[in-house]
């Protein structure tokens, strides 16, 4: 998800591993803490196919989590589009499901704006699936797609799209910015998130959703629970630790709303080691909290 100047990062290219201690020199969220004090809390399974071992370390006082070995540039991962972020070969039954869902997603969210958009960036599209659905609930407004790679995805062929190197034209633009499970993914989430933030203009609103490493699937799944998502989530945020990034970047929290993904089929999935498809996708809709 990070910035590409030049191109698109070629498909198999080398993820570069930094594991020094350095890396986990981070402010905490803490109240009166400096540091965060970090200690092992799981091994994990790597979807990648290319990292190898991989662990979670958790900070006592704030409770973030972050991801090792750490990435310097994680857009490796996701040169091909492969990745789940993407919903590869997503069609027929399971993509009307998906567009029922996010239509419903778009709705509620759009419910707690009191201004209607005229401009929405979805930070990270990714298969642009929620940035289509969401352009169908605001007829009239222009509601761009934005990720790293140059083509749009094939959801938005069609729809408004931008990458990265568009960022500059973009600042201060928006009247509403998504990043809909995006600020986990990087390893240097403050850089990130200000990244995000510059593209909303005064008196606009980004709206930020990412896992909750305190939900109760955590710990009624371990390290089955879909949403730990190795090594492609590299921050894992508590409440605690999010409204602190943000806060410390400057920015005000205006309202923490709870959220339920989808994650159930994913989950279970992973449980019996099988791949996700169509019968886990109907099995997570019936089995949605």
């Not at 789940?84 to 399971?94: E, H, I, K, S, V």
């Not at 998504?178 to 993914?185: G, I, K, N, S």
């Not at 159930?264 to 089995?287: D, S, V």
Request: net charge neutral; proline share 7%.
């Amino acid at each position: 998800i990070r910035e590409q100047p030049n191109k698109e990062p070629p498909v198999n290219a080398r993820v570069e591993i930094d594991a020094a201690n350095a890396t986990l020199a981070r402010r905490c969220g803490a109240p009166a803490r400096q540091y965060c004090e970090f200690e092992h809390l799981d091994d994990f399974a790597d979807r990648s196919g290319v990292i190898g071992k991989l662990s979670v370390v958790r900070c006592r006082h704030c409770g973030v989590g972050l991801s090792m070995p750490r990435i310097p540039d994680v857009s490796a991962l996701y040169a091909d589009r492969s990745s789940q972020d993407f919903q590869p070969g997503t069609g027929g039954l399971a993509r009307a499901i998906k567009r029922i869902a996010f239509t419903r997603q778009a709705r509620g969210m759009l419910a707690r704006i009191p201004a209607t958009p005229k401009r929405v960036i979805d930070f990270g599209c990714g298969s642009g699936l929620f940035t289509r659905c969401l352009g169908d609930c605001l007829p009239g407004a222009e509601v761009i797609g934005l990720d790293f790679h140059d083509a749009p995805p094939a959801e938005l062929a069609d729809r408004p799209y931008r990458s990265m190197r568009d960022l500059d034209a973009l600042a201060g633009s928006a009247d509403l910015v998504l990043a809909m499970h995006v600020l986990e993914h990087d390893d240097d989430d403050a850089a990130l998130l200000a990244r995000i933030m510059r593209l909303a203009k005064p008196g606009g609103r980004v709206i930020i959703e990412v896992p909750n490493i305190d939900c109760a699937w955590t710990k009624a799944f371990g390290r089955h629970w879909d949403a730990w998502y190795m090594p492609y989530h590299r921050t894992h945020y508590s409440a605690m630790s999010l409204n602190a990034l943000i806060e410390t970047g400057g920015w005000r929290v205006e309202r923490e709303v709870g959220a339920v993904v989808p994650t159930m089929g994913r989950t279970i999935a992973n449980i019996l080691g099988r791949p996700n498809g169509l019968f886990f996708i109907l099995l997570g809709a019936a089995l949605h909290p």
